[in-house]
C-alpha cells in the first residue's frame, strides 16, 4: 500500500535539496507531470491506425516507382503429416525427422526437403510488406528528425551542453518539446504494440531491448525532468535512421543497386560516428560528469545513467553487424544484412540449391556466395548420402522379402 508514495520520494527523483514543491514555481504548461504519459498509449493506438494507412494507401505506389516486385514461389504440395508436422513440430525438421517422415510418408528425402522449402517460402514476408515497413519508418524517423531540429537548433542546450543543467530541475518545458516527447513515446509504444506481426530479424530481442529502454528512458526523463538531454538523444539517434530506411527501401527496388551501396556506406559512417563517438563523448560525459557541476549523485542520476549505457551496449553490438558488413562489402562478397530477416538467411542458401529462384537480400545488400553456403552445401550432400544408401537398404530387404515368399 506504501509502494505509491515510496515510488515518488523526492530523494529518488531529484537531486539532494530539492523537492517537488520546488517544481511547483513553474506554469502548469511548463511543468513535466507523471500523468502527462498516459497520452502516449492513445498515440500508440494512432500510430498503429496510420501506419495501417500508410502501407495500404502510400506504401504501394511508391514500391511501383522504385520497382518492388515479389518473388514468385511454388506452392508446397498439399499433405496432411507434412503440414501437421510443419505447424506443430519444426519448420525445420532435424536428419533424423526427416528419416521418420521418409517411412511415414514414403517420400524421398528431396521430395521433403523440397516441400519444407516451399513452405517455408509460403509464410516469409514478401518484398511489399518490408518495403512498406521500412517506407514507413522512413517517414516517421525524417518527420521527427526534422521537427526536433527546428525546435532544437536555436537553444542553448544544443550549442553548449551544460545548459542542460543549469538551474536544473527548474526548468520550463516548452510545448514544442512536450509534443517532441509524445510523439516518440507513441512511437515506440505502437512498435511494441506490433512487434508480434512486423518482421523478425536476427537481432529481434536486441530491438525489443531498445525499444524498453528507450520507452523507460523517455518517461523517466519526462518525469524526472531531464527534457533537455532527452531531446538531444532523440534527435541523435533518428539522424542515422533515416539513413537506414532508406537503404533498405532502395534496396527492395529494381536498378537502385548503386543508390542502395551509397546509401549504406553514409549509413555506416553516419551511424558509427553518431553512436560511438558522439554518443559517449557528448551525451553521457553531460549526464555523468558535467551534471556533477549542478548537482550531487542521487537515485535518478544512476538509473538514467544506466538506460543511456544500456543503448551504449546496443549500439555496439549493432556497430559489430555493421562492420561486419563493411568489411564484406569492401571485400565484395556481401551477400545480406547481417540483422537480415529471420528466415530469410537459410532460405536464400536452400533457393540457391534447388535453383528456383536468385537470392533475396533480405536487409541492406547482397553480393557473393559465403563460406557457410559452401559448408552447408557440403553437409547436406553428406546426409544426402546417407539418406540414399539407407534407402538403397530398404529398397534391398524389400525385394529380397518378395524373393522370399
Not at 77 to 93: D, G, H, I, M, N
Not at 156 to 163: A, G, L, S, T, Y
Not at 294 to 321: D, K, S
Not at 374 to 403: D, E, G
Request: hydrophobic content about 40%; glycine content about 6%; charged content about 25%.
Amino acid at each position: 500500500m506504501d509502494l505509491l508514495p515510496d515510488l515518488w520520494r523526492e530523494d529518488y527523483w531529484l537531486p539532494p535539496g530539492v523537492t517537488w514543491g520546488d517544481m511547483e514555481q513553474l506554469a502548469d504548461s511548463e511543468r513535466p507531470r507523471p500523468h502527462d504519459l498516459l497520452m502516449a498509449l492513445p498515440l500508440a493506438l494512432g500510430f498503429v491506425a496510420l501506419r495501417y494507412a500508410f502501407e495500404k494507401l502510400l506504401a504501394p505506389p511508391m514500391g511501383r516507382c522504385l520497382g518492388v516486385k515479389n518473388r514468385v514461389h511454388v506452392t508446397a504440395a498439399p499433405s496432411l503429416q507434412l503440414e501437421s508436422f510443419y505447424t506443430q513440430r519444426s519448420k525445420q525438421p532435424t536428419q533424423s525427422e526427416i528419416i521418420s517422415l521418409i517411412l511415414s510418408c514414403g517420400k524421398t528425402q528431396r521430395q521433403i526437403e523440397t516441400w519444407f522449402r516451399r513452405r517455408r517460402n509460403q509464410d516469409r514476408p514478401s518484398r511489399t510488406k518490408k518495403f512498406a515497413e521500412a517506407a514507413w519508418r522512413l517517414f516517421f524517423y525524417l518527420v521527427a528528425f526534422v521537427a526536433g531540429l527546428a525546435c532544437l537548433i536555436h537553444r542553448p542546450w544544443f550549442w553548449d551542453h551544460r545548459e542542460c543543467w543549469r538551474q536544473y530541475p527548474v526548468q520550463p518545458m516548452e510545448r514544442a518539446h512536450f509534443w517532441y516527447y509524445m510523439l516518440e513515446l507513441g512511437f515506440y509504444g505502437s512498435l511494441l504494440l506490433r512487434i508480434s506481426v512486423d518482421i523478425k530479424r536476427k537481432d529481434f530481442k536486441e530491438q525489443v531491448i531498445h525499444h524498453l529502454a528507450t520507452i523507460f528512458l523517455l518517461s523517466f526523463s519526462y518525469c524526472a525532468n531531464y527534457i533537455r538531454i532527452g531531446t538531444l538523444v532523440m534527435l541523435l539517434h533518428d539522424s542515422s535512421d533515416i539513413l537506414l530506411e532508406s537503404a533498405k527501401m532502395f534496396n527492395y527496388g529494381t536498378g537502385w543497386r548503386k543508390m542502395c551501396d551509397s546509401l549504406f556506406v553514409v549509413f555506416a559512417v553516419v551511424f558509427l560516428v553518431t553512436r560511438l563517438v558522439i554518443f559517449p563523448s557528448k551525451i553521457i560525459r553531460t549526464t555523468l560528469l558535467l551534471s556533477m557541476e549542478a548537482f550531487e549523485p542521487f537515485p535518478g542520476y544512476y538509473f538514467f545513467n544506466i538506460l543511456l549505457m544500456v543503448l551504449q551496449v546496443l549500439h555496439i553490438f549493432w556497430a559489430g553487424l555493421i562492420l561486419r558488413m563493411v568489411c564484406k562489402f569492401l571485400k565484395g562478397k556481401l551477400e545480406k544484412d547481417e540483422r537480415s530477416d529471420e528466415e530469410s538467411g537459410a532460405e536464400e542458401e536452400e533457393e540457391e540449391r534447388g535453383g528456383e529462384e536468385n537470392t533475396d537480400l533480405g536487409g541492406d545488400c547482397y553480393w557473393g556466395k559465403s563460406k557457410d553456403t559452401l559448408n552447408s552445401k557440403l553437409s547436406m550432400l553428406t546426409n544426402s548420402c546417407v539418406l540414399n544408401n539407407l534407402n538403397h537398404h530398404r529398397s534391398s530387404v524389400a525385394k529380397r522379402i518378395r524373393k522370399a515368399q
